[in-house]
């Protein structure tokens, strides 16, 4: 079980490199963006973003790859709190060094406590799918990029200057785009990150008129079936964990096309 973990967060954290690599200088410089390790913690940041930029404003890996050091927490707050990020998720697995504890408390005494934990999940193998939609779905094309970036930036609550920036993820290195479309009009999309042999899924959205219309599913299908002509061995995605009151629309979808938890793993945010 913890190899597999392993592996998820290592291929979550490419996914996500892979798209701080294809910003141009230009916005890099509007948004933001800061993409570096801190002694075996990836910290990824957006400081222009807003509060809720939290699919990128936080750390993967911190206690992962190698032992975690207090004073390695103290810089990654430091160096949060010094880009202008005002809400951040640092990521906690239950299996890091020394131990999950530890370093939690390292994370309290720096301001931080906890927030919603993310499920990461494993496809299961299972290819049997059954989508009920009128929409269309296919690979995406350079005229639906504009569409892309728009409907991301607002799913994600990522607002309007991250839309050029998400218009460019199909043509990151080792990411596959898809879209549903609706006559000339696209309708949602869905993305799968993929190098040797593992597959990451993320970045799917819906305009909110196409809502309930199939289209999460269509592009999951897809995603699965690409990821499955190209021999992948394992597939990996997460979403945050299922709580009291919540309709876990995201969460339904992944487990209805074959995805098995995996785990939950822990986020602490700044407290202010």
Request: hydrophobic content about 40%; aromatic content about 10%.
């Amino acid at each position: 079980m913890q190899e597999l973990l392993l592996q998820a967060d290592k291929i979550e954290q490419q996914a996500l490199e892979s798209l701080h690599q294809i910003a141009s200088a230009e916005q890099t410089k509007a948004l933001g963006l800061i993409a570096q390790w801190v002694d075996g913690a990836w910290l990824s940041m957006a400081s222009v973003l807003p509060s809720s930029a939290i699919v990128i404003n936080r750390c993967l890996g911190l206690g992962v790859y190698q032992r975690a050091l207090q004073s390695q927490v103290q810089q990654i707050a430091a160096l949060y709190k010094q880009a202008g990020v005002g809400r951040c998720f640092v990521h906690l697995a239950k299996y890091t060094q020394p131990n999950h504890n530890m370093i939690a408390e390292w994370l309290t005494e720096q301001g931080f406590s906890p927030a919603r934990g993310w499920m990461k999940f494993k496809h299961t193998g299972v290819q049997e799918y059954a989508v009920d939609s009128e929409l269309k779905v296919r690979k995406a094309e350079p005229a639906d990029y504009s569409s892309i970036g728009q409907i991301l930036a607002a799913a994600f609550d990522l607002g309007e200057q991250a839309e050029s920036w998400l218009a460019a993820l199909p043509e990151a290195e080792n990411w596959h785009t898809y879209v549903t479309i609706s006559e000339d009009q696209v309708a949602g999309t869905g993305s799968i990150y993929i190098k040797e042999g593992i597959g990451w899924l993320d970045w799917g959205a819906t305009a909110p008129e196409f809502r309930r219309q199939g289209s999460q599913g269509l592009v999951l299908q897809k995603r699965l079936e690409h990821a499955g002509a190209l021999g992948c061995e394992h597939l990996f995605t997460a979403t945050g964990e299922a709580v009291a009151g919540d309709p876990q629309d995201s969460y339904h979808n992944i487990t209805r096309f074959g995805f098995a938890p995996l785990g939950i793993r822990a986020n602490y945010q700044p407290s202010h």
